[in-house]
């Protein structure tokens, strides 16, 4: 079986090919951006089309990382040491970028790190990856190399593990997240029970992971087709509960509630909804996710007006919608997954494109009137902007200062 996609045409990718003929070996590219062609062409899995028409390359490459880089410096190209000490550089042209790792074999990993030693063997290679569908081999002429069986298991819709399931995960416990990434990624995707089990067995090594790692494998499982199901499978095993140290709140019937809004959150409300009160902000800061993320976590990280948020199924819900903003559709969220209020497609679009409207009194004004100021001010305003928001947002400027303006 060979497909030849479009993007293997492009120039660096034939001068890279080229360079590493020169340095006396071969390059291919191997992981996604292969993995995803035949998934593709499988007509079982769905890929989305971005990861088709312009997927994050990855090669590999059967000379010495340093002759390589030197060559394509030597060439012109720009090259970045991101990972030289697993022999990865990354290298670039022409708003291209490129990864490329020297062919390798990893030695007396501890579930973190590993000795690595090079190789010019593609078998030895593969042998140290993680799911056989990730060991395919896509050479300059477009000819797939498929030394793990990864095309078989794609045609079958299964993933996994490159040999002993159990010695695959003791070498990078990340792993396990990385196997729920993907069937969250590529729904279809089914692993057997032998799989399954390793992963229920390896679960206490996940706590050694860092914190970042852990992060970037759960946003995209979050962000994935399939996400909810996974993250109830998560919750299942208790991978929840080795990572984050809380159960998540979401049981599979909430998941079941939530799919149709899933989509519509950022990554720390998908967080969140899944953290309980008084833990997402704290959560947020032990992922060291960014300054923004948490912010938004403390913001989140609160009991919400009970009030404004049955409203939100009801015939105020635009006044709700002020009131919890900007957060309004997050606690419609949370409200269904908690059952409060049952989801409605047409309510959700309504409370996505609402705008809210601006109040029409301002504090300049409330200062003029009544002749306030500092917190009296502010007190004051709360105040008007809640008779206004009453209302229906219909008192107007005069009317909410009561002839004093």
Not at 77 to 96: F, P, Q, S
Not at 381 to 394: H, M, Q
Request: hydrophobic share 45%; glycine share 10%; net charge neutral.
């Amino acid at each position: 079986m060979s497909l030849t996609p479009a993007w293997l045409s492009h120039p660096l990718l034939q001068q890279l090919f080229e360079l590493a003929r020169k340095c006396g070996g071969e390059g291919r590219i191997v992981g996604g951006a292969v993995r995803d062609i035949y998934l593709a062409a499988s007509n079982k899995i769905p890929v989305a089309e971005a990861k088709l028409s312009v997927p994050d390359i990855d090669m590999a490459v059967s000379v010495p990382i340093i002759q390589l880089s030197d060559a394509a410096r030597a060439a012109g190209l720009a090259v970045y040491e991101t990972g030289l000490a697993h022999g990865t550089v990354t290298i670039a042209a022409d708003n291209r970028h490129v990864e490329v790792t020297q062919l390798r074999t990893d030695h007396n990993s501890d579930g973190r790190h590993a000795r690595i030693e090079p190789t010019q063997s593609w078998e030895e290679d593969a042998k140290r990856r993680d799911f056989t569908i990730n060991a395919l081999y896509l050479d300059a002429d477009g000819r797939v190399h498929d030394p793990q069986g990864g095309l078989a298991d794609i045609a079958s819709g299964q993933l996994r593990f490159i040999g002993r399931a159990e010695e695959r995960l003791a070498e990078d416990y990340l792993r396990l997240l990385r196997g729920l990434r993907l069937r969250a990624q590529y729904p279809g995707l089914w692993m057997d029970a032998a799989d399954t089990s390793a992963m229920a067995a390896a679960i206490g090594g996940l706590s050694g992971l860092s914190a970042e790692r852990i992060a970037a494998e759960f946003k995209l499982i979050c962000a994935g087709t399939d996400a909810l199901a996974i993250i109830a499978e998560i919750r299942a095993l208790g991978v929840d509960r080795a990572i984050f140290g809380h159960e998540f709140m979401l049981p599979a019937e909430g998941a079941a509630h939530l799919s149709p809004l899933w989509g519509c959150f950022s990554f720390i409300e998908m967080l969140c909804l899944l953290t309980p009160i008084g833990q997402r902000e704290p959560l947020a800061r032990r992922l060291k996710l960014s300054r923004r993320e948490i912010r938004q976590a403390g913001r989140l990280d609160i009991k919400r007006n009970q009030k404004a948020v049955a409203m939100l199924g009801g015939d105020n819900w635009q006044q709700a919608v002020y009131i919890l903003s900007p957060d309004a559709l997050f606690a419609y969220g949370e409200a269904i997954a908690a059952k409060q209020i049952a989801l409605d497609g047409v309510r959700l679009r309504h409370i996505v494109g609402f705008q809210p409207p601006a109040c029409p009194v301002k504090g300049g004004d409330i200062q003029k009137a009544f002749g306030l100021s500092g917190a009296d001010i502010r007190t004051k305003l709360a105040e008007l902007e809640a008779r206004w928001v009453a209302s229906d947002f219909t008192l107007t400027t005069a009317e909410l200062l009561g002839g004093n303006g």
